[in-house]
């Protein structure tokens, strides 16, 4: 899988997910390899967007289509300023990598020195799901550089702040280490109103 986070101020919010909408009806039908995306406004107006494709010579394929480079132009124009683009060909799944259904999104953006670390620890999926039931799946996406993007699907926001309260389940140190070290100086980008694509 590869992804792309997409990330960026936007107080002309109704406007983008318009936008965002005529890219589904429009162009969706003829994007070979898109699988789908998350996307949502924080409460300081940051737009997040992680769209996911079966690869990166797919997400490529798609970027070259004229129309889709019309679009962009479009969508460029409704955001407030510079956006960032992160490709991740980097891809590691918890459970299912998600779920439309999820009523609240946190992303999560940070940097190890051990990438392998942290994704085998996403794939302990029995561990974490003990620790967090309220968790319905999750996609980790690595730069080179050992940046990660972490999008965590939850049932409900409501549910999500009770489990950060929850006392944890005993855990190895190591266990624990590499969790402390993922947070430290981490970003936090929450999404009380995700909406969500699907092929």
Not at 40 to 67: H, L, M, W, Y
Not at 81 to 96: N, Q, R
Not at 145 to 153: H, K, L, Q, R
Not at 166 to 174: H, L, N, Q, S, T
Request: net charge negative; aromatic share 10%; charged share 30%.
């Amino acid at each position: 899988m590869f992804i792309q986070i997409i990330q960026g101020r936007c107080t002309r919010q109704d406007e983008l997910r318009a936008h965002a909408g005529t890219w589904r009806d429009e162009l969706a039908p003829g994007a070979k390899g898109w699988l789908g995306g998350t996307y949502g406004f924080t409460d300081d107006d940051q737009f997040v967007g992680i769209v996911r494709f079966e690869s990166k010579e797919a997400a490529t394929a798609n970027s070259e289509r004229p129309e889709q480079g019309a679009w962009a132009e479009r969508f460029m124009a409704l955001m407030d300023g510079p956006v960032e683009f992160h490709d991740c060909d980097d891809v590691t799944l918890m459970m299912d990598g998600g779920s439309d259904s999820a009523g609240f999104v946190q992303v999560i953006r940070g940097r190890v020195n051990d990438p392998d670390r942290l994704k085998a620890l996403m794939t302990d999926t029995e561990m974490l799901h003990e620790a967090r039931p309220d968790i319905l799946g999750a996609t980790l996406a690595f730069e080179d550089d050992g940046t990660f993007t972490e999008t965590i699907a939850f049932t409900t926001e409501a549910e999500a702040r009770d489990g950060e309260q929850r006392e944890m389940p005993d855990m190895p140190a190591d266990v624990r280490e590499t969790l402390d070290a993922a947070m430290q100086g981490a970003t936090f980008w929450d999404l009380h109103r995700p909406w969500f694509e699907s092929r």
